[in-house]
């Protein structure tokens, strides 16, 4: 075994706008020895994305004059499918249906450990971030659109199908919005960053940004952007209401720009949680991030660790 491969882990997160490269020390993974990033470039395609990142694996290796591990942690959007060992479910339409695992290890020569990103971030924040010590962590990133990582016991759980955590994906209501993906209804279509401003934009035909609803609702002048904060609250506390009752996780830890709602973490939504519940209380920590955009790289890197 190489010092390289014994001391040091090497993560990728894989973005939409961005890559970002991080060599770290096993024992120390909060603090890089180098963090690269390239943008993403999804537009040039495929290949593009590949060249992007061998460039950010080359500029580590002459960064830190250290070999690269043998083992290398990449967060993807989307996940690999299990039969054909192709990327599906993801937002960058040019990887869906592409072998980017196997094509990273032709490029890189080491092996290639690959999960969602969603799957990163609740790693990160169950074994370094906010949620360390926490058994079952259930990791949500609320955003363009809605994932989530399930971790137990410091252990990502991917499922059968690989996509366990595909929180945003439950169907809530069979009549409403239309996802990207076809199906009415989800998690995602209603409470994403994206669903949230649509909501508000078809009551009032304006588009506003989700601070900027939160923000007049919080006034309470805008009885659209109080109607649009309510109905988030609403189907937020519908959604970690299936989860508790499938999972009942010790910690939800919440990513993303929705997770800077201050209001996901009060008292009212609470008890609407706690109302839906097969239970007479919550005991569940709801609970912000504190790794930043740093947890999905980091997360990444610990898929190396043996």
């Known amino acids: 075994m190489t010092s390289s491969e014994q001391h040091y882990l090497l993560g990728i997160d894989l973005g939409g706008t961005k890559i970002e490269a991080a060599l770290i020390r096993s024992d120390d993974i909060t603090n890089p020895l180098a963090r690269l990033r390239l943008p993403t ?21 002459e960064q830190t004059g250290l070999e690269l591990p043998l083992t290398i942690g990449v967060g993807t959007p989307g996940t690999t499918d299990t039969h054909t060992g192709t990327i599906k479910n993801s937002n960058t339409a040019c990887l869906r249906g592409q072998p980017l695992q196997k ?22 924040e169950a074994t370094w971030g906010v949620a360390k010590g926490y058994d079952t962590v259930f990791g949500i990133i609320m955003g363009t659109g809605c994932g989530a990582g399930i971790v137990i016991h410091g252990k990502v759980i991917n499922g059968r199908h690989g996509i366990a955590g595909e929180w945003g994906q439950i169907v809530l209501d069979p009549t409403g919005p239309v996802s990207p993906y076809g199906t009415r209804g989800t998690v995602e279509s209603f409470i994403s960053g994206t669903g949230i401003q649509n909501y508000y934009e078809q009551l009032t035909g304006v588009q506003l940004n989700v601070p900027e609803i939160v923000s007049r609702a919080r006034v309470g002048a805008d009885s659209a952007a109080v109607q649009t904060l309510s109905m988030l609250k609403e189907k937020f506390s519908d959604a970690i209401s299936i989860i508790m009752c499938v999972l009942d996780p010790d910690a939800i830890v919440i990513g993303g720009g929705v997770g800077n709602v201050d209001e996901l973490y009060s008292q009212e939504v609470r008890e609407l949680i706690q109302r839906k519940m097969f239970n007479p209380t919550f005991e569940s920590a709801i609970l912000k991030p504190i790794l930043g955009d740093s947890a999905g790289v980091f997360g990444a890197a610990m898929l190396g660790m043996p």
């Open 41 to 61: 470039e999804s537009y040039k395609g495929y290949e593009h994305i590949l060249n992007q990142i061998v460039k950010l694996c080359d500029g580590i290796r």
């Open 103 to 124: 094509d990273l290890e032709i490029r890189l020569q080491r092996k290639v450990v690959m999960t969602n990103d969603a799957n990163c971030f609740a790693l990160a």
